[in-house]
């Protein structure tokens, strides 16, 4: 399976709800959103290991998300990207992020080892405070 493959399965997971099959596809020691040294939103929060990362599912949960597209997908040897367009309503408000990219560094065993969100970090400010 190659790496984009992984990464549609983790998007499709996550469209089903199954955070579990997201996870598995982690490597224990994954590096999730670390280049954040103040986080725009509390699911952009730095975590550190697979079960740290259950924490960002958690932190989106107040979310709902009304749309959930991912769009364009490339690789290039240990590096996946993904773009997805979203739509989500919080606190009475809705927010759209047509280009919401997630940089994935895989393994050698083909586990993700780091997943950093390449977004617009002001609209995520504006929707974890209902602006």
Same mark, same amino acid.
């Given at each position: 399976?190659?790496?984009?493959?992984?990464?549609?399965?983790?998007?499709? &997971?996550? =469209?089903?709800?199954?955070?579990?099959? +997201?996870?598995?596809?982690? /490597?224990? %020691?994954?590096?999730?959103?670390?280049?954040?040294?103040?986080?725009?939103?509390?699911?952009?929060?730095?975590?550190?290991?697979?079960?740290?990362?259950?924490?960002?599912?958690?932190?989106?949960?107040?979310?709902?998300?009304?749309?959930?597209?991912?769009?364009?997908?490339? &690789?290039? =040897?240990?590096?996946?990207?993904?773009? +997805?367009?979203?739509?989500? /309503?919080? %606190?009475?408000?809705?927010?759209?992020?047509?280009?919401?990219?997630?940089?994935?560094?895989?393994?050698?065993?083909?586990?993700?080892?780091?997943?950093?969100?390449?977004?617009?970090?002001?609209?995520?400010?504006?929707?974890?405070?209902?602006?």
């Amino acid at each position: 399976m190659s790496n984009v493959d992984t990464v549609k399965e983790m998007y499709e &997971a996550f =469209g089903g709800g199954d955070i579990a099959a +997201i996870l598995d596809k982690l /490597d224990e %020691k994954v590096e999730w959103d670390t280049q954040y040294e103040s986080a725009a939103a509390p699911w952009l929060e730095p975590r550190r290991g697979r079960e740290s990362v259950a924490g960002f599912f958690e932190a989106l949960a107040p979310l709902q998300f009304t749309k959930f597209e991912p769009h364009t997908m490339a &690789a290039d =040897g240990t590096k996946a990207v993904g773009v +997805i367009h979203i739509q989500a /309503d919080h %606190k009475g408000k809705h927010y759209v992020i047509p280009n919401e990219g997630h940089l994935r560094t895989f393994g050698e065993d083909s586990k993700v080892k780091s997943d950093q969100h390449m977004t617009d970090t002001a609209v995520h400010w504006r929707m974890a405070n209902g602006q």
